[in-house]
């Protein structure tokens, strides 16, 4: 945490906190921890709200829209930013299950499950009437979105 003279160098180390914490709530394992006895996973609700952060706040930083969170939202389907090719559909259930349940109700939107997964699996998958967010795939997918952002940070990609 720094003082800044510019929004944009306050926004680049934002984005660097937020993925770094990010990172430690998917990698964390319940099942080592005695605060945890008998669960198991990650720290994902927190691990999803933060992806998600960085997503509508890089998608603001780079497609604008304002407060227009659905323009923010479209990020995820730029082929130089984050590439998933989702439909509409996906791209809005993320928006609205992150914006109004998960960031400001601490739940997430009806059929969207989270799922910690593997660095390779899809980061989004669709199964029946399920979104499933992929925590890990979506972390490393995230650390190559800010590796472009801020080139000269040369952020290990791999968890």
């Known amino acids: ?20 914490v990010a990172e430690y709530c998917v990698n964390f394992d319940k099942s080592k921890s005695k605060n945890w ?3 198991q996973g990650c720290y ?11 997503v509508d706040g890089v998608g603001a930083h780079i497609e604008g829209g304002g407060d227009d969170t659905k ?16 439909s ?5 259930t993320l928006r609205k299950g992150y914006r109004n349940k998960l960031n400001h109700e601490n739940i997430l939107g009806d059929n ?7 660095p390779s699996d899809e980061v989004i998958i669709s199964k029946n009437e399920y979104t499933i967010l992929n ?16 080139p000269d940070l040369k952020l290990k990609i791999i968890i």
Do not use: C, R
């Open 1 to 20: 945490m720094a003082w800044h003279l510019s929004k944009n160098s306050m926004k680049f180390e934002s984005l660097l906190e937020i993925l770094e």
């Open 37 to 39: 006895a008998g669960w």
């Open 44 to 54: 994902g609700y927190p691990a999803a709200l933060l992806l998600l952060s960085i």
């Open 71 to 86: 323009q923010h939202f479209k990020i995820l389907n730029n082929p130089k930013w984050y590439n998933l090719n989702l």
């Open 88 to 92: 509409d559909e996906h791209v809005e």
């Open 112 to 118: 969207l499950v989270l799922n910690l997964g593997d």
């Open 135 to 150: 925590l890990k795939a979506f972390l490393v997918l995230t650390k190559k979105v800010i590796s472009k952002l801020l």
